[in-house]
């Protein structure tokens, strides 16, 4: 009974195959790249909430984008009975910055401890390259990956700032 009422104060994971529903029913829509970060919160019968982080091309607008959340939002809620904050992850692979990424996801392919990046995106004007590091959960020094990585990356492209978050893998 205690665990039960604890529960539906802190929250407890979200069931896996919901998860997987969820990503796949969103990762279906046209516009949508790429599904990432899917973090549910269960607080008793009723209530889930979430957030998710979606990739999109980069040149589209702010209107563009508003329409495609809200969307996804409300299906979402119709289809799942949860109440979704989207995050938006803008992308752009061409070019020389399609180098970038294709060298970044080499280097990685080098530790079994990274399931995968995301949220890759090159700021030219400022010289940043950010993404996510998505770190098996069971890695003790994920920082020192992360920094191994870094170096890596910026023998090859030493002009660029790396803003590299960790990760981790929560939800299915």
């Not at 407890?12 to 195959?17: E, H, L, S």
């Not at 999109?56 to 563009?64: C, G, K, P």
């Not at 979402?76 to 990424?101: H, Q, R, S």
């Amino acid at each position: 009974m205690l665990k039960e009422a604890l529960d539906s104060i802190l929250g407890v994971r979200a069931d896996g195959d919901l998860s997987k529903k969820i990503k796949e029913k969103i990762s279906n829509i046209e516009e949508v790249q790429g599904v990432y970060d899917l973090n549910l919160h269960n607080y008793g019968p009723l209530k889930i909430v979430g957030s998710l982080h979606i990739q999109v091309r980069s040149n589209m607008t702010a209107e563009e984008i508003h329409i495609l959340t809200r969307e996804i939002e409300y299906m979402v809620f119709n289809e799942f009975g949860i109440i979704l904050t989207i995050g938006i992850y803008a992308a752009n692979n061409e070019g020389e910055v399609g180098k970038i990424k294709q060298y970044i996801e080499s280097v990685v392919k080098d530790y079994k401890e990274i399931l995968e990046i995301h949220g890759f995106y090159v700021d030219n004007k400022n010289s940043n390259v950010f993404f996510d590091l998505i770190i098996d959960f069971a890695t003790q020094d994920k920082e020192k990956i992360r920094d191994e990585v870094i170096s890596k990356i910026k023998e090859k492209y030493p002009k660029y700032n790396y803003n590299v978050i960790l990760d981790s893998d929560i939800t299915d």
